[in-house]
């Protein structure tokens, strides 16, 4: 009888240890998980493939365009490509004509591209719309709030969304114009 | 059943693995009674539960992270790795006026094969890497496990020790010494007089022990829990709650919003000053001045921090109050609402505006015709002139260079968006000519398209601005780190400057042992001893390590 008293007790004592140490090494490399993730999504983009693009509303520039201002949320219905970009940027100014042929070509098919503008001048985007005859809609981000919301650092950069208002893709660097167009392809309405 | 528990004769039942027992302290481990040699006392002789049961993969990780020789080695590591990364500089802090600033092309320009090596190995972030972080958190675990395996069994056998010792320990001691014929007088007077000395003193049939100072034992542990709360803290610091650092940078009279606090604040710049020594601040910076040339006294902004009303939508303009003013300087922050704007950088002179003149080209005293001012960051397209002469700007480029790579040969380009080189081309159109005269006008340039033009447009004045550059800073984690680095300095302190000593009086037929321990400076210890023995004819214990020793070194 004492013996088995014995045992039980043992076997108790056994039991509360390992819980004991499960629970303080759980918490610990908990911690250290934690840690490590997020230092590595630290400086990632905060919105990814697959969530939901956040709004925001800017003032547009381009006479070409009939729009005083774009939000985001009010193009329901349509596929959006935001494009970031800025005039002293070279090789935003080479992709620019292929962005302007896909806005002929598919505008009509239920896609939008807004033109997301860094500059600090108003008159050099102008001039630059000018020149490349651009019609779709140029919006200014002077206090680079969007370029902030969607944590985009190299220019140019290109967030393809879908008419749900999920981002498909995005794209950091120049596009060549069978790229935009099979992206603008993904994001078409159905 | 296997017998886990070993009872010592004394009738103390101690669990297994304990070298002395927790109770009397006779040798209980098997290598420990039968050897000649001194008393092993770490952790007073207690069992570390982790070298005992290995059972389970908990309990094997838990060993494995008890052992200090992983935690040394985990220290040696990061040291090791964390002097790899000092090499060549970190990815941030690549200068300014390196080739490029990727790292990619950074550290094999600057450095050769050595830096490509480098940049390949991702030493060019290493702190910021997934394997050091690694490392860190290793250390961590290592430090509480570690603790926790060592503080629970010593703080138990410390506890549970008896003031009557078996006789084996005491001999065993390093501090130990033998008298015949002590009188019970003499005994209680030596108690009195260690007692004065401030030891505790516990009786047991007529054995003593008399302790002092135990508490400097936990020093250690109370200096591990101020590392985990620092190494808490700076987990804490990775989240943006806690932790926000940014930068923004205004130009004088404008009003940008502030980085990291979701649009909620934006941020006036009135005036960035550089004031710099001069000879009012009196003799004493004359030397330094005349040898130093220009220095900084003081960087100041003036700010005005808004506070955005209502919900908006990113990038809308939204309705602002003034929220607070004041003045940044340096070590000097401007706070509201748990954020601190520090000053951190400037820039100085950056072109504002620019007035010009026209005039004909071929007058010597360019008598003028009228003159405009344009606005650098916001210019007109066009600036229509008195008696119907008109100057339209067809290309502005703030930041002006000549682009040897262009499409179609060299071509002007903006370098940025900001106007530190200012260049225009004018189109002037005058009543007296049918078609417009194109020119181009940059700093100390004014080239004529054509070479026949009429008319010219020259720089009568310019205004400039400074930019000033802000640190933006929401630090709550700063009061753990605070808490943390003071419960590391009690521990520091409770460990070294006091000491657990420890005396034990056994009476044993007429005999007095004596032994005496202590985790450091014996000498002291022994200093302790010699005051209450006095003049007493009882033996001052004897240094039997150094007897050891002694002998060992054959004299």
């Known amino acids: ?190 | 059943m296997t017998m886990d528990k070993i009872k010592c004769e004394c009738g103390h039942v101690n669990p297994e693995g304990t070298v002395l027992c927790e109770a009397c302290g006779k040798p209980i481990a098997e290598d420990e009674a039968t050897s000649s040699k001194l008393a092993n006392m770490r952790y007073d002789g207690s069992a570390r539960r982790s070298q005992v049961y290995q059972s389970s993969i908990i309990d094997k990780t838990w060993a494995f992270f008890s052992s200090v020789k992983v935690g040394i080695w985990l220290i040696v590591l990061t040291l090791i790795s964390s002097a790899f990364g000092t090499i060549f500089p970190q990815k941030m802090y690549i200068p300014a006026d390196a080739v490029s600033r990727d790292p990619a092309i950074f550290y094999e320009d600057r450095y050769g094969i050595l830096g490509k090596i480098y940049y390949q190995l991702g030493f060019y972030d290493l702190y910021n890497s997934w394997w050091y972080i690694t490392l860190i958190a290793l250390i961590g675990i290592s430090l509480v496990i570690c603790s926790l395996d060592r503080v629970v069994p010593l703080y138990k056998a410390l506890k549970k020790q008896k003031p009557k010792r078996h006789e084996m320990f005491l001999r065993k001691q390093r501090l130990f010494s033998e008298t015949e014929l002590v009188s019970q007088k003499d005994l209680e007077t030596l108690t009195s007089k260690l007692k004065k000395q401030n030891y505790k003193i516990r009786k047991e049939d007529g054995h003593i022990s008399a302790e002092k100072g135990r508490f400097s034992r936990w020093g250690p542990y109370i200096n591990h829990i101020g590392l985990i709360i620092i190494l808490l803290a700076s987990i804490l610091r990775l989240t943006p709650l806690m932790y926000k650092d940014e930068s923004v940078s205004v130009r004088d009279g404008e009003r940008v919003v502030i980085p990291g606090t979701d649009y909620n604040y934006y941020i006036e710049n009135k005036k960035f000053i550089l004031e710099t020594y001069g000879e009012e601040d009196g003799e004493k910076f004359k030397g330094a001045l005349e040898k130093g040339g220009e220095v900084a006294k003081n960087f100041q902004t003036n700010a005005v921090v808004y506070k955005a009303k209502g919900e908006v939508v990113t990038g809308e303009e939204p309705e602002l109050e003034k929220y607070k003013e004041g003045e940044i300087r340096m070590n000097q922050p401007l706070k509201f609402d748990g954020y601190a704007l520090y000053q951190r950088n400037y820039q100085l002179n950056e072109f504002k505006d620019m007035t010009f003149k026209l005039h004909l080209k071929d007058d010597p005293d360019e008598k003028v015709i009228d003159q405009f001012k344009i606005d650098l960051t916001s210019p007109e397209k066009e600036y229509k002139l008195k008696d119907g002469y008109t100057v339209k700007l067809s290309q502005y480029y703030p930041d002006y260079f000549l682009d040897e790579e262009g499409k179609n040969g060299p071509e002007p380009r903006s370098r940025t968006a900001y106007p530190k080189f200012p260049a225009f081309v004018f189109s002037v159109t005058s009543p007296d000519m049918k078609e417009p005269e194109l020119s181009f006008a940059s700093i100390g340039q004014n080239v004529d398209a054509t070479g026949k033009n009429k008319y010219k447009l020259g720089i009568v004045d310019f205004t400039t601005r400074n930019v000033t550059g802000l640190t933006v800073r929401k630090d709550y984690t700063l009061p753990f780190y605070i808490i943390g680095a003071a419960i590391f300095m009690i521990g520091v302190i409770q460990g070294m400057y006091w000491q657990h000593r420890r005396v034990w009086l056994h009476p044993k037929d007429g005999k007095l042992l004596i032994a005496a321990h202590t985790n450091k400076n014996w000498f002291s210890l022994q200093k302790d001893i010699e005051k209450a023995i006095g003049d007493f004819p009882i033996k001052q214990p004897i240094d039997q390590q150094e007897l050891d020793r002694d002998k060992e070194s054959g004299e």
């Open chain 1, 1 to 190: 009888m004492k013996l088995e008293e014995r045992i039980e007790k043992k076997k108790g004592k056994k039991r509360k240890r390992l819980f004991f140490r499960f629970g303080i090494l759980a918490v610990l490399i908990g911690a250290a998980a934690f840690a490590l993730i997020s230092n590595l999504t630290k400086d990632k983009e905060i919105y990814a493939k697959g969530d939901m693009a956040p709004d925001f509303k800017l003032a547009q520039i381009n006479g070409s365009n009939p729009a005083d201002s774009i939000q985001l949320s009010k193009q329901s219905g349509n596929g959006v490509m935001l494009n970031f970009w800025a005039t002293y940027c070279k090789p935003c100014e080479r992709e620019m004509p292929d962005i302007q042929t896909m806005y002929e070509r598919y505008h009509n098919q239920g896609i939008d591209i807004i033109s997301i503008n860094l500059d600090s001048t108003e008159l050099v985007v102008q001039n630059f719309i000018e020149k490349y005859k651009l019609t779709f809609p140029v919006v200014r981000d002077k206090d680079f709030a969007v370029r902030e919301l969607y944590g985009i650092n190299p220019i140019p950069s290109s967030i393809f969304i879908d008419s749900n208002g999920v981002i498909v893709d995005k794209k950091n660097g120049e596009l060549k114009a069978d790229e935009i167009e099979k992206l603008l392809k993904e994001i078409k309405p159905k």
